[in-house]
């Protein structure tokens, strides 16, 4: 889910949660998930073996450096592939007035197996000079979580695969992109 009750605990930690404490916290970090079936966002969009964390309000900025934010823990944790076509955790930002859903400001971060769609703005925005090394890899931005149907985002600041912008880089072989059109 996306609240926000103060607190980050082994019984409920958000993924808004999750990017506060490790902003607050020294050294990298770590994000897993481990989403169960019964959750209300298994399956929200209508595809089997997704879980859709939709975003009500923007995401606090990843700020601190060397977050990793593992998507494909959710996989590991339930010992199996529920998604055969591509990552787990989709994050939508279809509730969102304005703003990306992921917005960088820290060096060498990584957004790896997640989903990225319905973002007002740009899936992931990386912000400031100082944000270099930040890699986005394993992901479907700007389509479903079958990596088939076209979910754009809003506008589309990601470099297109193999590509680089402000030290972030897309990986060809492992993250699927898909530009809006027009941009």
Request: aromatic share 4%; proline share 5%.
């Amino acid at each position: 889910d996306d609240t926000d009750d103060g607190t980050c605990s082994p019984a409920h930690c958000s993924l808004r949660e999750a990017i506060l404490a490790a902003n607050g916290a020294i050294g990298s970090d770590t994000i897993r998930f481990a989403i169960d079936k019964a959750d209300p966002g298994y399956m929200a969009n209508g595809i089997e073996g997704t879980w859709t964390i939709s975003l009500t309000t923007n995401l606090p900025i990843i700020s601190a450096d060397g977050t990793f934010i593992d998507g494909a823990s959710q996989a590991v944790w339930l010992g199996e592939d529920a998604n055969k076509s591509g990552p787990e955790i989709e994050v939508s930002g279809a509730l969102l007035g304005s703003g990306a859903c992921f917005l960088v400001t820290g060096a060498d971060n990584v957004i790896h197996h997640l989903t990225i769609n319905h973002c007002p703005a740009s899936g992931v925005e990386i912000r400031t000079t100082s944000a270099t090394g930040n890699t986005v890899s394993g992901s479907y931005i700007g389509v479903d979580p079958t990596g088939v149907a076209p979910w754009s985002n809003g506008i589309s600041e990601v470099p297109s695969q193999g590509g680089t912008l402000d030290g972030y880089s897309v990986p060809a072989s492992s993250t699927q992109v898909a530009m809006k059109s027009g941009r």
